[in-house]
Every structure is written in C-alpha cells, then in structure tokens.
C-alpha cells in the first residue's frame, strides 16, 4: 500500500513550537502564504474537534471529520469539501490513499504523526505527477526524535520552516 | 515576475490579514469577510487589492473565481469602484501574458492565461456586461495570434473567455458579438494544419454553450492577413 504513495512534488517543511503556540503558528501559516484548501491533521478525535471550535471561533472557514463519525456524515463533509464549501478541513487519521483532492495545496500535521506510515497516509499522494504542494508539521519538544525517524524511514528531506516560501512550489 | 506600475502598498500587517481573509473566504461567510476587509483596509490601497485579488487569487484558483466575484459584489458595497479596478487589471495582466514571447512553449503560462480567460468571462459575460473592444478584442487576438504563430495561447484563452455565455441572457448565441468571434473561431478550426487540441478547444466551446458548428460560418478574414511565420 505504501508504494502507490509518492512524495515527490511535495514540499515538506517543519516548524518548532510549544504546544500551547501551536494556534498561534497555525495562525502566521494562514496569515503568510497562499492557501487553496488545505487540511490540517490532528492526532485524537478530541483534538479535532476542539481545534475546529477554536479556529471556527478566529474566522477560519472550516469543517472536521474524525475516525468516529458514521460513514455516511463523513462522505457528507468530504463531498462538500471538495466542492469548495469550506476552504479548510481538519481531521484525524482516515485517509488510506492519499489526498487526491487538486486544490488541496497545503496540508498541516498539527500534531506529528507517530510512525512514517501515517505521515505518508497524510503527506503522500497518490501516483499522479505535476501536483505541487506544500506540507507542514509542528514539531514541538517531544516529537523531535520521531522527525529524525520518519524523515530516515522514509528517505525525504522535511526541512525548517524558511522566512520566504516560494509560490512557485505549491501555487500552480 | 510580473510587476505593474507601482502601487502603493500596505503594511506587512495589513497584508496578512488579506491574506488570511482569503485563505478563509467561503460561501457561507461573503459578508462577515467582506465587512472585515473594508475595515483593515483603506481606500488608497484598492489598486494594491485588485492586483492581489487577480495576480495571486483569481489567476491561480481557478476553482474559486466566482467565489472571489461574488465576494467583489460584496465589496461595491464599501468602494464603488473596484469591479472596474479589478477588470482593468485583469485585463492589463492578460496583455502581459499575451505578450510574453515564452507563451508558445510554456504550458504554466498559457494555463494561467486560460485561467485569466475564465476570469474576465465570469467578471463580465456572466454578469451581463460587455467586453469592450478598446479594453480586450478577441477578434484582432485571434487574427494577431494567427500572423504570429500563437494560437496555441489564444484559440484556448479565447474559448475561456466566451465559455461564460452560456450563463449569460445577453451574450447567448445567437448574440451578433458572439457569433462573429465564433466565425472567426470556425475559419480558424477551417485550416487545414491546426493543431488537434486547438480544434477540440473550439469544439468544446460550442458544446458549453450549445453552438452546432457545422452551422457557424466561417468568415473570410484570414485572407487579409500576413500568413503565419513558420519556425
């Protein structure tokens, strides 16, 4: 399964943060670059649901999907997502192939996913060429020995969050 | 890069909060976003905003131009000239890109022309406003691109542009403005060495807006036109 992921065309950045400045860095993110859609993942149901209410709160357009809401609602948010209803869609670990949606051009690990697999699930994409993106993780104190892992296992370079992105890798 | 005259811009705080205005920007929220805007931002920095909203914005989502039109139609509210600020830059942007000679061999440029095409379309022909020929003749495009050797930027731009007629009650076939490019597009589609896919923009086009073009007449313009440069 995960050789039909690819990170090729993805552009993979970090940036170190505390975890109570992780709203405040979610907040620059939006503020600096230049978003079609995006998703933003967390790592438990809870943290989805509470990070949607808060950025709700701040003017985000948004809406949540986790791994325990029924089927058929999950479908629901997702159609509407890809049909552009909401710019930002955040959620938990239930994607198994990828994000294949074209404008989804930035996708943030709010939380740092545990092992390569689920980064890739998150990340990766799945076989077509030409898509350009941009991903970034939060990486706070603990979660620092788990990059060095996932970027080893996976053989990708996930660099430090630059002062200048450029538009040209992820604004086609 | 692309820079027009320059404008003045504001401050780096101001700017993030466009941005995130439209990193943010749905259906459901137009009003709440666009009261928020015409907030943060004064009216001398209009022609910053309108350079922004069709350089960075519309040109490259394609997905949400008419979004970003309908947000326009929010903000008439607040300064009444900024649809004709908007259509000016767009208009002075898709020259631009008409004349950059690299159009005919790079494929993000021409796409980003087409986008430009599906963006004035919607900002007029949709809304039933004219495309004036001092602002964007389609008709002298075409011929110009044909003497020139590229219409493989502008038969595709110009489809764009006119694949919003069908949205449209005044620019409907069988509109007499529409109908002449459509001639034009028919005499064009006529020669006997256009490309494949510039034949299929053509015959896409007429489906959208449900045009038989077995039915259109070619018109005869060519003839008075300097054959294309072969390269």
């Known amino acids: ?172 | 890069g692309y820079n027009t005259s320059a404008v003045s811009t504001p401050e780096e705080e101001i700017q993030d909060k466009v941005h995130f205005i439209f990193n943010n920007l749905s259906n459901s929220n137009l009003e709440d976003k666009a009261e928020e805007l015409s907030q943060c931002l004064e009216a001398d920095y209009l022609e910053w905003f309108s350079q922004y909203l069709v350089i960075r914005r519309a040109c490259v989502e394609q997905n949400f131009q008419e979004l970003y039109v309908a947000f326009l139609e929010k903000l008439q509210r607040f300064w009444n000239r900024v649809f004709q600020l908007v259509l000016s830059k767009s208009y002075e942007y898709v020259n631009v890109l008409l004349s950059y000679e690299k159009i005919r061999f790079s494929t993000s440029d021409r796409t980003l022309l087409k986008n430009m095409g599906s963006w004035i379309g919607i900002l007029t022909l949709a809304r039933n406003k004219p495309i004036l020929a001092k602002d964007l003749d389609l008709k002298y495009i075409l011929l110009d691109a044909y003497s020139r050797g590229r219409l493989i930027a502008a038969i595709p731009f110009t489809a764009k542009v006119l694949d919003s007629c069908k949205k449209s009650k005044i620019f409907r076939p069988p509109n007499p403005w529409l109908m002449a490019i459509l001639s034009l597009l028919k005499e064009l589609y006529n020669l006997p060495d256009l490309k494949l896919n510039l034949k299929f923009e053509v015959e896409v086009l007429c489906k959208n807006i449900s045009v038989d073009l077995r039915e259109v007449h070619a018109s005869e313009l060519l003839k008075d036109r300097p054959s294309p440069s072969r390269d």
Do not use: W
Not at chain 1, 36 to 58: M, P
Not at chain 1, 124 to 137: N, V, Y
């Open chain 1, 1 to 172: 399964l995960m050789d039909e992921l690819t990170l090729k065309g993805v552009t993979q950045y970090y940036a170190y943060v505390e975890e109570n400045k992780k709203v405040a860095c979610l907040n620059a993110i939006f503020s600096k670059l230049q978003i079609n859609q995006s998703i933003i993942f967390c790592n438990s149901v809870n943290r989805v649901k509470l990070l949607a209410k808060k950025i709700t709160e701040l003017g985000y357009s948004c809406f949540y999907v986790h791994a325990r809401m029924a089927q058929e609602d999950r479908n629901r948010v997702f159609h509407d997502f890809r049909n552009g209803a909401c710019r930002n869609l955040v959620c938990s670990d239930l994607f198994t192939r990828g994000i294949d949606i074209q404008a989804v051009n930035v996708v943030i690990n709010f939380d740092f996913p545990k092992n390569s697999e689920t980064y890739l699930h998150r990340v990766g994409r799945s076989g077509r060429f030409g898509h350009r993106g941009l991903a970034i993780s939060m990486i706070t104190h603990d979660d620092r020995l788990n990059l060095y892992k996932i970027e080893q296992e996976l053989a990708t370079e996930i660099a430090p969050f630059p002062a200048h992105v450029d538009k040209s890798l992820y604004c086609e």
